[in-house]
C-alpha cells in the first residue's frame, strides 16, 4: 500500500522538483545574485555603485567604512565617469523610476552632470554641449577618457 502511494506521488514530486529550478534560474536572471554588483570608491566620500544591471547610481558615504550611501542624483543611471581635479563628471541617462527600464538604456540622449566634490554642488543636467561648455570650469580639453560602466 505505501510502495503505491509513493510511486503515484513520484511523478507528481518530479514535476514540482523541475518547476522549482526553472522558477529559481528565472527568479536569479531576473534579480541577480550579487556577483556583478561593485561600488568604485572616488574622492571626498564619492563612489559609483552598480546595484544590480538596471541600477548604477553615483553616491555619497559619510565615511570610508560605510558599505551604502546617500543617493546624489535620484533617478539618474551613471553610463561612464570621469574624474577631473576636485570634480566628477557624469554621463547618464534620466530614468523614470530608481531602476532603468530596457527602453530607457537603449536611448541615445544622454545627460550630463558635474559635481564639485569639496563643496557638493551639482552642476546640471547638462546637454552634450552645455557640457562640453563647462571645459573651462574642469580645466580640461574636451576629449578626455570617460570610464564606462557598463
Not at 503515484?8 to 536572471?29: E, H, I, N, T, Y
Not at 552598480?50 to 535620484?74: A, C, M
Not at 537603449?106 to 569639496?118: K, P, V
Request: aromatic share 10%.
Amino acid at each position: 500500500m505505501f510502495c503505491k502511494a509513493i510511486k503515484k506521488l513520484l511523478p507528481l514530486g518530479l514535476v514540482f522538483a523541475l518547476l522549482l529550478s526553472f522558477c529559481s534560474c528565472s527568479l536569479d536572471r531576473l534579480v541577480g545574485d550579487g556577483r556583478g554588483d561593485w561600488t568604485v570608491d572616488l574622492q571626498n566620500g564619492y563612489a559609483i555603485s552598480k546595484i544590480n544591471s538596471r541600477e548604477i547610481l553615483i553616491i555619497h558615504k559619510e565615511n570610508v567604512e560605510d558599505s551604502g550611501g546617500e543617493i546624489v542624483i535620484s533617478n539618474y543611471f551613471v553610463k561612464a565617469y570621469q574624474v577631473q581635479k576636485k570634480y566628477i563628471c557624469l554621463e547618464g541617462i534620466r530614468t523614470e523610476g530608481m531602476a532603468a527600464t530596457e527602453q530607457e538604456l537603449e536611448a541615445a540622449q544622454r545627460i550630463y552632470y558635474i559635481i564639485n566634490t569639496d563643496t557638493g554642488e551639482i552642476i546640471g543636467p547638462l546637454s552634450n554641449d552645455a557640457f562640453l561648455s563647462q571645459g573651462e570650469l574642469l580645466g580640461t580639453s574636451e576629449n578626455f577618457e570617460w570610464e564606462y560602466t557598463q
